[in-house]
């Protein structure tokens, strides 16, 4: 009696010490997505998520001719019946527009194609070009009815800003119920966690240096995503100025607010990944006041002098990445 249940502890501890790891790997939205699940549901459920990305792809792509999105952006001011996952997207996405008074906005689709961003033929609009793209940007005309979208002719809608949180988020929701405790889901600069490590130790993520190659700082998440949004992941050099893919929907062009990234944790990833691109519009001064004002989330910016802060609520959760050792943080309080 006694050897068997010495024994099963043994299994026990070991099955502890080493659940099962499964990974997987997909290349959607535009970027290479890596998912990482524990435990025996594990596999099963990355095949879940491998497949319900392909889907949301398929919905919310704004190239493809096929998509849900590409449907909405030509149908000439008739209204069209949207998916679930589309509807909810839209609807959530309105409401951050309208929080952060439209400095995230989800119909500047049209000066970001202008720029080149969509097909990599880069150029810099004429200054009348950019006013007449900054006149047709306005998520208010965006008429959303239950399930049904309609956009004003010329319009078109692009979740670019939103769909990989989006993403990681039903996917942390579907994974959990089919019986995953721990994962971490990579959506290029998004990471979307579930449970803690094995052993319960937090997941640790890495804010990555603007400016260079190395992490600025750790964060420790459980069960929360973050997002990061910076100039430099995606932009081109002309006549010795940076553009990059961040729009300021104000002026059509690059967002320069000073702000050379920022990063959003919190429980949404909806949320994070959309305020990630707004607070970077907003900068330094409307970023802390929009956090002071609304909460429920925490941030990390990073500006071109290389100052960083964080939000109250990270205060306990970073430390500073190998290198980094003697920046100095400011804490963002209530
Ligand atoms: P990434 O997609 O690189 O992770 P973001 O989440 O910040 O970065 O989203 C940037 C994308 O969102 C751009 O490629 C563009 O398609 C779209 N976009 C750019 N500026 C805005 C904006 N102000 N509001 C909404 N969408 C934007
Ligand atoms: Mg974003």
Not at 6 to 21: A, E, H, I, N, T
Not at 270 to 290: H, I, K, N, R, Y
Request: proline share 4%.
């Amino acid at each position: 009696m006694k050897r068997i249940f010495l024994l099963l502890l043994g299994l026990l501890l070991l099955s502890g010490c080493q659940p099962q790891k499964h990974d997987s790997q997909t290349f959607a939205m535009d970027t290479i997505m890596q998912f990482t699940a524990y435990g025996p549901k594990g596999q099963q459920a990355l095949a879940h998520a491998s497949a319900r990305v392909q889907e949301l792809d398929q919905l919310f792509s704004v190239t493809r001719s096929t998509s849900e999105i590409y449907a909405v952006n030509h149908a000439q001011g008739e209204p069209v019946a949207l998916s679930e996952d589309t509807a909810r997207l839209l609807a959530q996405s309105l409401e951050l527009c309208s929080q952060t008074g439209g400095a995230l906005d989800i119909t500047a689709y049209p000066a970001v194609r202008a720029w080149g961003f969509t097909t990599g033929d880069y150029q810099v609009p004429s200054a009348d070009e950019l006013s007449a793209l900054a006149a047709q940007i306005d998520y208010t005309q965006v008429e959303l009815t239950e399930n049904q979208v309609r956009l004003p002719d010329g319009m078109e809608l692009d979740f670019g800003a939103v769909a990989k949180g989006y993403t990681g988020e039903v996917l942390a929701q579907e994974l959990r119920e089919l019986g995953v405790e721990s994962a971490i889901l990579t959506l290029g600069g998004n990471v979307q966690t579930i449970g803690s490590r094995p052993g319960g130790d937090p997941w640790r993520i890495g804010v990555q240096d603007p400016e260079g190659d190395g992490y600025l700082m750790v964060l420790s998440l459980v069960d929360q995503a973050a997002v990061t949004s910076g100039g430099y992941q995606r932009f081109f050099d002309a006549d010795g100025e940076r553009y990059w893919h961040i729009m300021d929907p104000a002026s059509a062009a690059p967002a320069r607010s000073g702000l050379t990234s920022v990063t959003i944790v919190g429980d949404s990833g909806t949320q994070c990944d959309g305020l990630s691109t707004a607070l970077f519009v907003l900068g330094w001064e409307d970023a802390a006041g929009f956090w002071r004002e609304h909460q429920g989330f925490d941030a990390v910016l990073v500006d071109e002098d290389g100052r960083i802060a964080i939000t109250a609520g990270l205060e306990d959760r970073y430390v500073l990445g190998p290198g980094y050792e003697d920046r100095t943080v400011e804490v963002i309080r209530p």
